[in-house]
């Protein structure tokens, strides 16, 4: 598995605000999402975040709303834009790995996003 | 229906006890199947890829059910420490870049002494 960070860990932002939340993972991956996990939900993929080209978003978030960057194999960020209490929630990163002739996935920490 | 559903919980046990969790899905076409453990206010945290023939890892066995389209978990011999929230996350893609994992609202476990 890869050591992945993010920052920041939580925060407190008021509506109408933005937040970028960083992931960095200690290895080079090719693959790399993030997922929302609102209150007592499961975890909801938000968009593939794609090195060199735009993010691919799942049903329901747009780019707008969630721009995301993927400036090389180690990094990207997710940035909530102009923010609701309903954005109020975990947003995780995660990797990509391979094991064997399969896939896994591995989470960052996550950030507990909170709006008022 | 939902695409993969859990059996909330909580699951209460004693130490020493054999607890198994089921999860269903609803796509015939999903492919990859895996069990992640998710200790309260942290990340899931990957326990055991699901393989067609079932997998055994210690005290932890998984099993896939194609048929009836379910996932099952068996912990053996419960610590206080497998006290956590256990959730199924499926995949449509076999082997390859897994992409978009559906994952399960989790099942509770507390673990008692």
């Known amino acids: 598995s890869a050591v992945i960070s993010q920052k920041p860990s939580r925060d407190i932002c008021q509506r109408g605000t933005s937040l970028t939340i960083q992931c960095q993972v200690d290895s080079q991956v090719t693959m790399m999402f993030w997922y929302r996990q609102q209150p007592g939900q499961s975890l909801t993929l938000i968009a593939t975040a794609n090195q060199g080209s735009e993010a691919t978003y799942e049903s329901g978030f747009v780019i707008d709303k969630f721009p995301i960057s993927r400036p090389n194999l180690t990094f990207s960020t997710l940035t909530v834009s102009n923010m609701s209490p309903e954005d109020s929630s975990i947003y995780l990163c995660?990797?990509?790995?391979?094991?064997?002739?399969?896939?896994?996935?591995?989470f960052g920490p996550g950030t507990r996003l909170t709006v008022t | 229906r939902k695409e993969v559903e859990q059996d909330p919980g909580p699951f209460n046990v004693p130490e020493g006890a054999t607890v198994a969790f089921n999860c269903t899905y609803s796509?015939?076409?999903?492919?990859?199947f895996f069990w992640y453990r998710q200790d309260c206010r942290k990340e899931p945290k990957l326990l055991m890829s699901?393989?067609?023939s079932g997998n055994e890892d210690g005290r932890f066995t998984a099993q896939l059910n194609r048929a009836s389209q379910y996932i099952s978990l068996l912990i053996r011999d419960s610590k206080l420490s497998d006290s956590a929230t256990y959730l199924c996350?499926?995949?449509?893609?076999?082997?390859?870049?897994?992409?978009?994992?559906?994952f399960g609202k989790g099942t509770k476990l507390s673990v008692k002494p």
């Open positions: 796509n015939s076409a999903s492919q990859s």
């Open positions: 996350a499926v995949n449509l893609n076999y082997g390859g870049s897994q992409g978009n994992l559906i």
């Open positions: 995660s990797v990509e790995m391979a094991s064997g002739r399969r896939y896994e996935q591995y």
């Open positions: 699901v393989y067609s």
